[in-house]
């Protein structure tokens, strides 16, 4: 039986950075992962959700850090065995930033969850928004100094 399920590569999971100096670790070990203004997005995907139907548990969990727009299942991607992956949609992108930060590493329910960005569930009109806005910012913080 083949297997057609796609894996991203920016949906890997990194490994965590053991060689940085003591002066510059902070309280918890992290991967070293540079994103562009391209790479975030409002959409998430948030793997590692055990498979006993946690849908309205991870929303609920979700909103903590911002308004839902959608809460779906993805099929197509590869998963670790007996969970599944959500992609969450919230209306802004700072909201989407903080729930990312927040749950990654997160204990669910007896499983870790993964949450990486998922830019390619952007829409063009949602690109184009995205990149006004993040303009639109930069020029508010020039005209502040």
């Not at 209306?91 to 700072?94: A, D, E, F, T, W």
């Given at each position: ?16 950075c053991?060689?940085?100096p003591a ?10 992962k ?6 975030e997005s409002?959409h998430?995907y948030?793997?590692?959700v ?5 849908r309205?548990e991870l929303k ?11 809460v ?14 959500f992609?969450?949609?919230y209306?802004?992108?700072?909201s ?5 930060r ?7 329910y ?5 949450a ?6 952007e829409?063009?009109e ?6 006004a806005?993040?303009?639109r910012d ?8």
């Open positions: 039986m083949e297997d057609n399920r796609k894996e991203l590569k920016h949906h890997k999971q990194e490994q965590y053991t060689t940085r002066y510059r670790q902070g309280r918890k070990l992290t991967a070293v540079v994103y562009t203004v391209n790479n409002q998430i948030i793997y590692g055990p498979q006993i139907k946690l309205k609920q969990l979700c909103v903590k850090y911002g308004q839902v727009l959608t779906a299942p993805v099929l197509d991607v590869k998963t670790e065995l007996f969970t599944e992956c992609h969450i949609q209306q802004r992108i700072q989407a930033r903080i729930a990312k927040l749950l990654d590493t997160k204990s669910f007896g499983g870790i969850l993964h990486c960005y998922a830019p390619e569930c829409s063009v949602e690109t184009r928004t995205k990149l806005q993040r303009r930069v020029l508010n913080r020039l005209k502040l100094k």
